[in-house]
């Protein structure tokens, strides 16, 4: 654990001197042991809970699988043996607008989004930072396991990857800007799940044994047609069901229940598998194929956020990940405009999806990262 602490206090030494930090408390074990490890490096610190959404406004009856009054009620419980000051913030009307809605309107035109990508760009280090600096606080700190350090020969601050690969949360935050990173500590990343577990149960903790969330917040029953049906009231067009030679197989009750990859619930009895291979919001249309029809190796990527690097010049060598489980694999990148970027892959990937995010890396170094706009093969 002094690893960790050390890695705090060099963070430090990069910015202002002051040690004030806002901890993320999300009610699990994660940000339970991040709040302890800042309070141990000498951080003044206060434990806060952003309030996301109520669940009538979704339209769902259980308890949502993050920022339930649950866990509000094992952060506070967690900042009460802690010793530090616990809030609430109710950031319903950004997570509503800048996660939900954009949700939405991926699915609507049919693309795949990752809303946790959003969360963490526009909730926790947009809009939690800003309260944050707005009450003098000089540090936010989360859970997530990824590392940031100072590069001084490039002047930047970059992200990396979390030392625990199975954890790494790396690019979930590839959004993340140099003035974000400033002002952010990551103690977890330096750390393996189970020894935060392992601090959590020295430290008597009861999120020590809590289960992990696996589930998009908003959607803890997985099914992402309905909630949209419910959540807008609008009536989803219906449309065909095509094969890649455009022969029509049947029909459907919407784009916005399909994902390009989908094997499952397809509703066409074939004597092959099929898969979702294309979506046409224009024409409402499905196309369907065989496995080896999802297979692309050119991506286009949009809203890029360079990290490591101001731009790019000329074509870079690099690795890729275009969805949060793919492995990573060789790409060569072009930067054919202000905010878009070229990402082939040496060799040709399944199921690169519009929507997702592709994430860079050199090494352990986040590069940066974008939405995935088009997909094509040269």
Known sequence: MSGVLQHLDLILTQGDNSKRAMIAMSGGVDSSVAAYLTIKAGYECTGVTMRLFDNEAIGIEQESTCCSLADVEDARSVCNELGIPYYVFNFGDTFAKQV?????????????????????RFLKFERLLKRAQDTNFVFIVTGHYARTSYDPVSGRYLLKRGLDKSKDQSYVLYGMTQEQLK???????????EEVRNIAREQGFLTAEKDESQDICFVPDHDYGA?????????????????VQGKTLGTHAGIIDFTVGQRKGIGIAASQPLYVVELDPQTDTVVVGSESDLYQNT??????????????QGELRATAKHRYRSAEKPVIVTQIGTDKLRVEFIEPQKAITKGQALVLYDGDVVIGGGTITDVLTV
Not at 183 to 193: C, I, R, V, Y
Not at 230 to 235: A, I, L
């Open 183 to 193: 002002h952010t500590l990551l103690p977890l990343g330096e750390l393996t799940k």
């Open 100 to 120: 939900i809605d954009r949700f939405v309107a991926n699915y609507e035109n049919g693309r795949t989004p990752n809303p946790c990508i959003d969360c963490n």
């Open 227 to 243: 909630f949209i049906r419910r959540y807008t009231g609008r009536d989803v067009a219906s449309g065909d069901i095509v094969n």
């Open 299 to 312: 991506a286009i990527i949009e809203d890029i956020n360079l990290i490591s690097l101001e731009s790019i």
